[in-house]
């Protein structure tokens, strides 16, 4: 309860004992802050509001009910003109507040605990209190008043912005969540002057391109408001183009050869630009342009050209940028080309408990003679591969994904390449693995110029011969509803596993007192068909987190095991549970092409509520509002249409009892008919210096026809890519990569 304080100039001696001054501390002054997290209530509610204070004694409360629309038209107008943020909250300290009105008004005094310390999160319980909006004010003793602004309402508002500053706006019953009609919208500009006004649908729906600083909505005696809408996208309409070098990386003096294509962007479609020029800017590591050209832009939309970098080019990363947002990018290095690489591989692709991993380490100089009595420092770790809680479609592993290092060293050594380059380690393995393990070599070959280079290379080690797949048709079941759980086993090679024999338990997991525990309520054992499937019915009579568990051994003796959850909630009862979903989107599967129909089936842990279901990515292409009476399951269905490529995400909210419900699904729509097929091939697999190199290369579309098309060729030394990896993405990457979900939602 001290304000803190500072001593200077004071000496310590080594073995002396040193005298400090006496300290004298004052007490901090006198705080009060009213806490307004909680700003929207319902009729059925305690109002109530929290503080924070210190060495206040009294404190008056006053709570008041306002006419919101006419207390923003009494405002100063200019007041605004320079602010940001939360209108409403900025503006209730001008509100003409007359206390004789209060619906509520009482003195208190502060109690603090011995010794003296900070009052944290104190609860003051209003009651329950009419539909209206209503400041609490709060006069501190000895320190200036504080407001509050707060609703009791039965509306809710949920908004969503997307491309264009088009914004959809959904109203329906806070406790319910049914959607609501007729529902006035009015809309404030930047000086909280109304600028427009809207009605709702039939299904609680208005839509607009105004940009607006504040809503609020009227429903009956129910008044909501929302902050002003808005919308950053990367997803940009205009001209794209895709800029790239012949290699990654140059030295001082060298020639850079660059080429661009360029599509223009419409109504998220790709054309070709009508644009005939293109002045290119090529900048140094600090952004000093030091090359300027204009182009001329071919009528396939491409453009090409080249320049030497000075002797004396700073080092680092250059960019060559057209058109301010499409920019490429390359290396200037003071460099010396490897001489050799290095390959690190193992004798099979997967191995089972108790075998040992052989793992060949070759070392090549680029020239193709091997490098003999290199030595060799290797290391090896083993990581875990993470198992899906929904059976075997929800579970993704990209190949290449080291974000979380390699996991855990397990073994480390020497050696030294023979006389073919060649060095032969063995790995052993455990006696048993509950989940597949990534094995990661890492090996660091020195020649004797004492040259470094360094590879690696990675191999899966899995439970046993086979895996179990176990799939439920849905994550989210009604008490008594019965489950249909359909296990599949398959060897590595997508063979189904016929005639063996699997236990299967199903039960309810529990936490409590920091421990897991499970009761299981079901047991049988059961054996795959020629198709190596085999389907189990379950009737749950209990919610909670449902645990079903399968396990089987492979002819080796290996316990192979697999797990899933599902989730049995009780009627209109919803929480959060760790890697559980409250919605869950399901589609009949992951990819698309464009005409395809996707058929979503929605899960809901709330029975009854409607919800809003959008088709999203930069903006809303569609949107709707199902209601599924008597049911947590809905089924919707729409076609997928050129303009959705590459991706969409589909959207779920709804609304009840005051909470928030909100999901999200990716799918992926096929580019295929933008993209081309190129094949490269030579006369011959080696040459001499001095001798030509002939190239066929071939271009088709899609469906394997034989196109005209215009292309980069570009033949660049190997071991380049050893001093660096290309800067930019992958043509295909560039125009048809993954965008990202950037509509903006708000409730």
Known sequence: GYQEIELHNITVKKNETSEIPTITMSLRPECFNLYDRNRVFTESETVFLTYNAFRVKKFSLSVVKIDIEKEIEKLPKDTFIKT??????QSVRYFEIDETLAVYKKDFEIKYPSPLSDIYDKKIDIGRLPLGVYVAVIRPENLPEQRHLFTVTDLAVVSKTGEGMKTTLYACDINTGMPLEKVSLTFFNHNLTAAGKGLTSKDGLFETTARYYMLIAKHESSIAFLSGNYYNSSEEEGINTYLYTDRPVYMPGQTVYFKGVSREKKGGLYQITKVSK???????????????????????????????LPEEATLGVYHISYASKNSGQFKVLEYRKPEYSVKVTTEKNTYLPKEKISTTIYAQYYFGAPVKNAKVVYSVYQKGVSSSYYGWDDYEYEEEDYRWGYGMQVLAGETTTDEKGQAFIEIPLKDAYANE????????????????????????????TFKIGIMTEKHIYNPGEEITATLHLTDYNNKPVSNKTL?????????????????????????TDA??????????????????????????????????????PQRDYATSWAGRKQIEIVTDKSNYRVGDTVKILINSAVADMPLLVGIERSK???????????????????????????????TVTGIHDKKYYTASKLINIAPEKH?????????????????????????????????????????VDESIYAISSELVPKIEDFFYGRKPHTVNSSY
């Open 531 to 568: 198709e190596g499937r085999v389907a189990v019915k379950i009737n749950v009579t209990k919610a909670g987190t449902i645990r079903i568990y399968a396990q089987a051994q492979d002819e080796f003796n290996n316990l192979i095991t697999k797990n899933i959850y599902i989730w049995v």
């Open 675 to 715: 993209l081309l097929d190129i094949e490269i091939t030579s006369d011959r697999e080696k040459y001499q210096p001095g001798e030509k190199v002939q190239y066929k290369i071939t271009t088709k579309d899609f469906s394997g026809t034989p196109v005209p098309t215009e292309i980069s060729f570009g033949l």
């Open 620 to 650: 809303v292409y569609s949107q709707q509002v199902v209601r599924p009476e008597g049911s947590n399951t809905d089924l919707i269905t729409f076609k997928i249409e050129e303009e959705h490529i590459p991706n969409l995400y589909i």
């Open 278 to 308: 293109a002045t290119i800017y090529v900048s140094d590591p600090i952004g000093n342009n030091f090359y300027k050209t204009t182009l001329d832009i071919s009528p396939t939309g491409s453009f090409h050209g080249s320049f030497v």
């Open 503 to 527: 236990e299967i338990s199903a039960g309810v997991e529990s936490y409590k007192d920091s421990k897991f525990s499970l009761s299981d309520f079901f047991r049988t054992s059961v054996v």
């Open 437 to 464: 393990t990534i094995y990661t070599i890492e090996a660091q070959v020195t020649d004797i110029s004492r040259r470094q280079v360094t590879a690696r290379g990675k191999v899966t080690v899995v439970p046993g």
């Open 84 to 89: 940001s943020g939360d209108y409403l909250r």
